[in-house]
């Protein structure tokens, strides 16, 4: 009798273990399976980046498109004209060849999208048809400019104006479109805002 005990238990543990190695065995399938995606994944991201014409280097011309500009679009074309006077935000923004849209969420209708053709800029009202789309209220991305890199960043999230941007993104203020798909044209992008210095 204690010999079949001992059997069913051997039994027992030996299907335990089975099911250990069966559970172990699909585990490495779908981190396999996830590998293989995610390379998959990149490796298309990386194809349609380079499907993208490399823009020639422009002559750091800002135009505005629409006859009557508005205020914001006019705002960003001055901004614009600024930031390609100094030689390596021009050299930043001959690399580029984006459009970004950016929108008030408080007045849609305030709204402007600047279309990077290498360092030559067209800057049209309205946020329609953007590679990239940023929508919040205009003070807040004004303060992004304050934001720096890296630690400097880090320590900028933590006086009032970080903490007012990342409480607008946690209630949903603050919504980017586009920009992991256009992953490196938005670091560019975010590279040309931030002043220099």
Known sequence: MSKKRTMKKRAAWEAKQLKKEMKKAKARKRRRRLLLLSLIAGGVMAAQASRKPKPTPGSGTVTLKDA????????????????????????????????????????????????????????????????????????????????????????????????KVVNAVKSGRFKVKGAIKNAPQMALFQKFLTPTG
Do not use: R
């Open 68 to 163: 009557e500009p508005g205020p914001l679009a006019f705002m960003m074309s001055e901004m614009v004209k600024g930031f390609l006077q100094d030689p390596s935000k021009k050299a930043l923004a001959d690399k580029m060849n984006v459009s970004v849209a950016i929108q008030d969420l408080d007045n849609q209708e305030m709204a402007a999208t600047m279309d990077f053709k290498a360092s030559d800029v067209t800057v049209s009202n309205g946020a329609a048809g953007a590679d990239i789309y940023i929508g919040t209220e205009l003070a807040l991305l004004l303060s992004l400019s304050g934001a720096g890199k890296g630690k400097q960043m880090l320590q900028w999230l933590k006086t009032e104006d970080g903490k």
